[in-house]
Nanobody
Framework: QVQLVESGGGLVQAGGSLRLSCAAS????????MGWFRQAPGKQRELVAV???????NYLESVKGRFTISRDNAKNTVYLQMNSLKPEDTAVYYC???????????WGKGTLVTVSS
């Protein structure tokens, strides 16, 4: 069983920065793709950023150039550095661990990010 624990959310003014962290238990972190999703009130959950086990990254178009996803396999942790935050970034951010070959998908409980204008 894998547990994911997010941290780092909070209230920030527009233009500010936050860094989210997601710590994973278990021994499969290094082979997993890790993603950050978000869900704003009344909206569907969307993929914000993903990093493969090889380190390749991909981003939601609206966060490109502002957000950076990274991972530390020694610490079983994935990060999301969020700069130049906008009110429309306000959402609950969820960490996801995905291992295609084992059909594994795990989610954290989420951390709230609120960006005030």
């Amino acid at each position: 069983q894998v547990q994911l624990v997010e941290s780092g959310g909070g209230l920030v003014q527009a233009g500010g920065s936050l860094r989210l962290s997601c710590a994973a238990s278990g021994s499969i972190f290094s082979i997993a793709a890790m993603g950050w999703f978000r869900q704003a009130p009344g909206k569907q959950r969307e993929l914000v950023a993903v990093i493969t086990n090889a380190g390749s990254t991909n981003y939601l178009e609206s966060v490109k150039g502002r957000f950076t996803i990274s991972r530390d396999n020694a610490k079983n942790t994935v990060y999301l550095q969020m700069n130049s935050l906008k009110p429309e970034d306000t959402a609950v951010y969820y960490c996801n661990l995905h291992v295609e070959m084992y059909n594994m998908d795990y989610w954290g409980k989420g951390t709230l990010v609120t960006v005030s204008s």
